[in-house]
């Protein structure tokens, strides 16, 4: 465990890893080192190359046809199926559609329509913004629902809680929460419980047992691309039975009939709204087939490998910068990117972006580096805590600067 690391022993690694393949099957800018996949994922070549043909020939050349030619109308349903193989679903209870955002409101809403009698949904304090700002746009719509965050949310799952909604990876702290556990204990008090998993499909295998509802995001770890469809997965025992509030004729039993009124399509269908973004779609789809190509299990495994070594070697070489760790160290509870928290964090990440290493920032004070195993070698772990110890050595230290501005931002 003491061993000093050398930049040898990170290119031995690289030159034994499985995955490794897999780097050059992704658009590579020159000279960066990105630990940001976890907030957007690199661009695979695969996917370049499908939404030019999607471009191209599908719209250029096929137009309207290419709805039924190019198998458009499917691609929510496709690309959901490819999404539930990551997340431990099947193949049916996944669509992609919308963003995470809009994927919250639908599922929030058709979970207080099972649950009649009950006006609260439960959230995180800490949870991501969006998944709180939703939760509460819908109570003020409905007048009548409450809106709770909790810090302890076993302790604060009661009778009147219609559904829990909880991020599955802490977007700040990287800690993973008890899946299987939280979705026994809402259930044990006759609560819904929906996941937030835009921070672990893709990152980690996902078993969503017996939760109720999950969403999540396809820009991050899943490669879709700047603003690709979200997902959304609704649990088969509830198909027959939820309805969600924005009942477009995407959700309709007969799209084409153009019917007066509103009939739910049977199945996860009737979560879509409008007309998929299908561009964006073709460039998901494509990202989805490394994933699944690569599995998740392997992924994991180089990921938790990655992990450690890079804070090992934050330890052994950057250990006066006093950079404190607040991802939990044990693999079971952690997700796929590392949070240190640090006075001037700001000015750490700019002197880090300024040489080409990209993690990203969290206000107050917490740098995050995301772990990409499909997109990431050993060696570039190596060369960014070397800037990282060259930064503090040359600039930072001596720099009052740096600390005023982390202070105002
Ligand atoms: C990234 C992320 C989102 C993103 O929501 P969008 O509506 O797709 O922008 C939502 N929730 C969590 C937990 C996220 O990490």
Redesign the pocket.
């Given at each position: 465990m003491t061993k000093t690391l050398s930049r040898e022993d990170c290119a031995a690694l690289d030159a034994a890893d499985p995955l490794a393949p897999f780097l050059p099957r992704f658009r590579r800018p020159r000279g960066a080192l990105y630990f940001d996949g976890n907030s957007l994922g690199m661009l695979p070549w695969a996917a370049s190359r499908r939404v030019v043909e999607a471009l191209e020939k599908e719209w250029g050349e096929g137009l309207i046809e290419s709805w039924t030619e190019a198998g458009w109308i499917q691609l929510p349903e496709r690309v959901g199926a490819k999404i539930a193989r990551l997340i431990g679903a099947e193949a049916d209870e996944v669509i992609a559609t919308d963003?995470?955002?809009?994927n919250l409101f639908k599922l929030l809403a058709a979970g207080l329509k099972l649950r009649p009698g009950r006006r609260v949904i439960l959230t995180e304090a800490g949870?991501?913004p969006?998944?709180i700002y939703m939760a509460e746009g819908l109570a003020q719509l409905l007048g009548d629902v409450e809106v709770r965050l909790a810090e302890d949310i076993r302790a604060a799952i009661t009778y009147d809680v219609a559904v829990v909604a909880l991020?599955h990876v802490d977007?700040r702290s990287s800690a993973l929460a008890d899946m299987a556990d939280l979705t026994a204990a809402a259930h044990a008090k006759g609560a819904l419980i929906l996941w937030?998993l835009?921070?672990s499909a893709g990152a980690l295998p996902v078993a969503l047992g017996e939760a109720d509802f999950a969403v999540g995001?396809g820009y991050?770890f899943l490669n879709g691309g700047p603003g690709a469809p979200?997902y959304a997965f609704v649990a088969k025992r509830w198909h027959h039975q939820f309805v969600q509030p924005l009942a477009g004729w995407m959700g309709h039993a007969a799209p084409f009939e153009f019917e007066a009124h509103y009939r739910p399509a049977p199945g996860i269908k009737r979560a879509l709204s409008g007309t998929p973004s299908v561009l964006a779609m073709t460039a998901l789809d494509a990202a989805l087939d490394l994933l699944l190509e690569a599995g998740m299990e392997r992924i994991r495994l180089k990921a938790q490998a990655q992990m450690d070594l890079f804070a090992r070697l934050v330890e052994q070489r950057c250990a006066e910068i006093g950079l404190e760790l607040l991802t939990p160290r044990d693999h079971a509870v952690r997700g796929s990117h590392l949070a240190y928290r640090h006075p001037q964090g700001y000015a750490l990440t700019q002197a880090l972006r300024a040489r080409r290493v990209v993690p990203d920032f969290r206000a107050p004070d917490i740098i995050r580096f995301g772990f990409t195993p499909l997109t990431l070698a050993y060696v570039e772990i190596w060369d960014a805590v070397e800037q990282l110890a060259t930064i503090w050595r040359e600039e930072l230290w001596r720099e009052p600067r740096f600390a005023m501005k982390a202070a105002v931002t």
């Open positions: 963003s995470t955002s809009i949870n991501f969006t998944d991020s977007y937030d835009s921070h995001c991050k979200a």
